[in-house]
């Protein structure tokens, strides 16, 4: 069995946030790697395992931000253990020891069968659980990590709208080379970048990201497998100024997916990506300056 540790000592806050002043930012709501002393999950599954929910090393991928100057905001706490990128009421009622002492709805979405609802239930295909959550923790994973999440990224993001008169959000993500079985086991693009068919942000703004990674050599898709999620659909408004995009990459690219550790491409990806970021800033400042938006008012 893999020895490696579960928890990432010492405890990091919920989240780490960098404030930038340019009208791109970036989220990384899957890529935490500090799992809380209450995760309970069952104890006789691997780190690689539990971590395989995680989109781990992307924040890594895209650090070039920080050089940039731009916006960040990651969750520190793993996907498994609340998914900020889900619904708050997608919920699978059978997680809980007692469905009906819920305070909220449930409005499970189709991931069910896989597991991947709010709280996820499997590890592609591996039961997470060997118990039921309680509702008090359940709750406490809602109102101390999803919550905070969420009245973070808001805030962020009506700062530099306020600021800028508009805002730009790429959600950083990876995905596994295949789809599971039961979805049909095909391969994925390489890059897949998700903009809810084209309802999250300006076309000119995909096309860009997109004509970007096919220019460092990746086959990219274009809301081919996945189109974003609760993230991409909650933040995305371009009538008002607000765009976003979700960026996937493959993790075959950069990592071995079965132990989870960084493979010899590593440091070309994470070039690639820097390249490709900071060209994006460039035509997203451009594009701003081009446009020369009212800034909104903020008294």
């Known amino acids: 069995m893999d020895k490696t540790p579960i928890s990432k000592p010492p405890a990091a806050d919920v989240l780490s ?3 930038g002043t340019s009208p791109l930012m970036l989220s990384f709501p899957h890529s935490g790697d500090v799992y809380p002393d209450d995760f309970g999950f069952d104890p006789k599954l691997s780190y690689s395992q539990i971590d395989n929910p995680s989109d781990k090393y992307v924040d890594e991928l895209f650090g070039a931000s920080n050089e940039l100057g731009l916006t960040t905001i990651k969750a520190n706490f793993p996907r498994a253990y609340v998914d900020v990128n889900r619904h708050q009421h997608d919920i699978d009622a059978n997680m809980l020891d007692n469905p009906k002492a819920w305070p909220g709805r449930f409005l499970p979405s189709g991931s069910v069968e896989v597991g991947a609802t709010l709280f996820w239930s499997k590890s592609y295909d591996t039961p997470i659980y060997n118990r039921k959550l309680t509702v008090e923790e359940a709750h406490n994973r809602l109102s101390s990590y999803f919550i905070p999440y969420h009245q973070t990224m808001t805030r962020l993001v009506e700062r530099l709208r306020a600021q800028h008169g508009k805002v730009y959000i790429v959600d950083c993500h990876s995905m596994t080379r295949f789809d599971q079985e039961i979805r049909g086991g095909k391969e994925r693009p390489e890059i897949d970048i998700g903009t809810r068919n084209g309802a999250s942000c300006d076309p000119d703004i995909s096309e860009k ?3 970007l990674f096919a220019a460092r050599g990746y ?9 974003g999620g609760e993230i991409t659909l909650r933040y995305g408004w371009p009538k008002i100024g607000q765009h976003i995009l979700q960026v996937e990459v493959r993790r075959d690219l950069y990592m071995n997916e079965e132990t989870r550790a960084r493979n010899e491409n590593f440091a070309k990806v994470q070039a690639d ?7 994006f800033k460039t035509y997203i400042e451009h ?3 081009a446009a020369a938006p009212a800034v909104l008012e903020t008294t």
């Open 17 to 19: 946030v960098t404030e």
């Open 209 to 211: 990201m997109a004509e």
């Open 219 to 227: 086959d990219v898709g274009m809301n081919k497998r996945f189109i």
């Open 273 to 279: 990506c820097a390249w490709v970021l900071n060209h």
């Open 287 to 289: 594009r701003q300056n």
